[in-house]
C-alpha cells in the first residue's frame, strides 16, 4: 500500500491563528480524505479533496473554516483557520485506490 | 442520519480467547464494509474488509456480513496481549464516493 505522511506531527497553537498541514503520498491516488478525531471520540469526515477542483465538504464543515488544497495526486493540504480550543483535534489525511483507505499518521493539534 | 453502532467496551478477554467484536449500521445501500484497529496515540489500521455476506477469513481474523440484519462482526482467534487496541467498524455511504462512516470504536484488552 502506499506511504502516506503528515508534516506536522503535531502543534500547539494559539487561538485566532491558522495552521496547514500537509499529505504526502509516494504514489499517485484517486482518492484523498480529510478526517478530525476529536479526544476519545471516532473519525469525522470532514472532506473528500478533489484533484483540479474544490473539495467537497461534508455537512458541518465549510470551506472557510478548513480550506483544502490538492494540486496534484500525491498531495493535499489541509487548513485549520481561526482556530479555537474546540478544533483541538488529530486530524488525519487518507487515500484509496477506491474502497479501502489507508491513512497517515496523522496531525495532533492543541489550540491554546 | 447514517449511523454505525458499536458497544465502546472495553471487552475484556483472557490471552487465548475469542473476542467477538459487533457493528449495525442504517444504510441498507451500504456495500463495503472494513474493520481499523487504532492503538493509543496511532492512526487506524485496515484490517479487515468485507463485501458479501458471509465469512472472510484472514490469518487469526474472521469477518462476518449480514446485510439482510444489517451486521458485521468481527473475531479475533487465538488473542494476543497486542491485539489490546480499539477497534473501529467502517461502513461506506451506500453511495458511489467512497465516503466512510465510522463506529465509535470498541476497545479490547486482552489479559495475559
Known amino acids: 500500500s502506499a506511504v502516506i505522511s503528515q508534516k506536522p506531527s503535531r502543534d500547539i497553537c494559539q487561538r485566532g491563528t491558522s495552521l496547514t498541514i500537509q499529505c504526502q503520498v509516494d504514489?499517485?491516488?484517486?482518492?484523498m480524505f480529510w478526517y478530525r478525531q476529536q479526544p476519545g471520540q471516532s473519525l469525522t469526515l470532514i472532506a473528500t479533496?478533489?484533484?483540479?477542483?474544490?473539495?467537497?465538504?461534508e455537512s458541518g464543515f465549510v470551506i472557510d473554516k478548513f480550506p483544502i488544497s490538492r494540486p496534484n495526486l500525491t498531495f493535499s493540504t489541509l487548513t485549520v483557520s481561526n482556530m479555537s480550543p474546540e478544533d483541538s483535534s488529530i486530524y488525519l489525511c487518507?487515500?484509496?485506490?477506491?474502497?479501502?483507505?489507508?491513512f497517515g499518521p496523522g496531525t495532533r493539534l492543541t489550540v491554546l | 442520519q447514517k449511523e454505525v453502532e458499536q458497544n465502546s467496551g472495553p471487552l475484556s478477554v483472557p490471552e487465548g480467547a475469542i473476542a467477538s467484536l459487533n457493528c449495525t449500521y442504517s444504510?441498507?445501500?451500504?456495500?463495503?464494509f472494513f474493520w481499523y484497529r487504532q492503538y493509543s496515540g496511532k492512526s487506524p489500521e485496515l484490517i479487515m474488509s468485507?463485501?458479501?455476506?458471509g465469512d472472510k477469513e484472514d490469518g487469526r481474523f474472521t469477518a462476518q456480513l449480514n446485510k439482510a440484519s444489517q451486521y458485521v462482526s468481527l473475531l479475533i482467534r487465538d488473542s494476543q496481549p497486542s491485539d489490546s487496541a480499539t477497534y473501529l467498524c467502517?461502513?461506506?455511504?451506500?453511495?458511489?464516493?467512497?465516503?466512510?462512516?465510522f463506529g465509535s470504536g470498541t476497545r479490547l484488552l486482552v489479559r495475559p
Open positions: 479533496a478533489n484533484q483540479g477542483s474544490e473539495a467537497t465538504y
Open positions: 504514489s499517485q491516488v484517486t482518492m
Open positions: 468485507i463485501y458479501s455476506n
Open positions: 487518507s487515500v484509496g485506490p477506491g474502497n479501502e483507505q489507508f
Open positions: 444504510d441498507r445501500g451500504s456495500q463495503s
Open positions: 467502517a461502513v461506506n455511504m451506500g453511495d458511489s464516493s467512497y465516503k466512510l462512516i
